[in-house]
């Protein structure tokens, strides 16, 4: 994607304003080290169908986001997340994760991704829901929100 995101800035005249920085979550902390950006720094993070692709999520990425955040810094998100609501969809789920991750780039219908991310530190706030639009019965639901660091 870093490509294309290198495009859209240049079309939309955001060249040269920011920098793109490759780094999986065993590296994220040492990658921006060299950036200047130290743990608990960062304001905002924006997580966008992200962590369900991510391996071990609970045990790493999470934590290095929530270290990387600064006291009041908002962790943003639009995940996708297992369906609790309904049985009927769940076992869909189950069925579509089959072929799902070797589609869509290793992701996971059957995250926990809302769970893991409310119990990752002391949040001061913690605003996660569905989408209106969401249907109780989907196969693939979505949690949105924001975490506040405490």
């Known amino acids: 994607m870093h490509i294309k995101l290198r495009e859209r800035a240049t079309k ?12 999986g979550a065993e ?11 130290l743990p608990g720094s960062v304001n905002a993070i924006v997580s966008i169908l992200c962590l369900c692709g991510v391996p071990a999520v609970e045990s790493k990425v999470v934590g290095v986001l929530y270290e ?4 009041g810094g908002q962790l943003v998100i639009w995940e996708h997340v297992l369906n609790r609501e309904s049985v009927i969809a769940r076992g869909y789920q189950r069925l579509l994760q089959f072929s799902w991750p070797h589609l869509v780039g290793g992701c996971s219908l059957m995250e926990k991704t809302d769970e893991i991310l409310k119990n990752a530190g002391n949040w001061k706030i913690v605003d996660l829901r569905r989408p209106k639009a969401d249907p109780l019965a989907s196969p693939i639901p979505y949690v949105f929100g924001t975490l506040v660091k405490a």
Not at 12 to 23: E, F, K, N, P
Not at 30 to 37: D, I, Q
Request: charged share 15%; proline share 4%; hydrophobic share 45%.
């Open 12 to 23: 939309t005249g955001l060249d040269g304003r920011y920098t793109i920085i490759a780094a």
């Open 27 to 37: 590296s994220l902390v040492t990658e921006l080290g060299k950036y200047g950006v």
């Open 68 to 71: 990387m955040l600064a006291p």
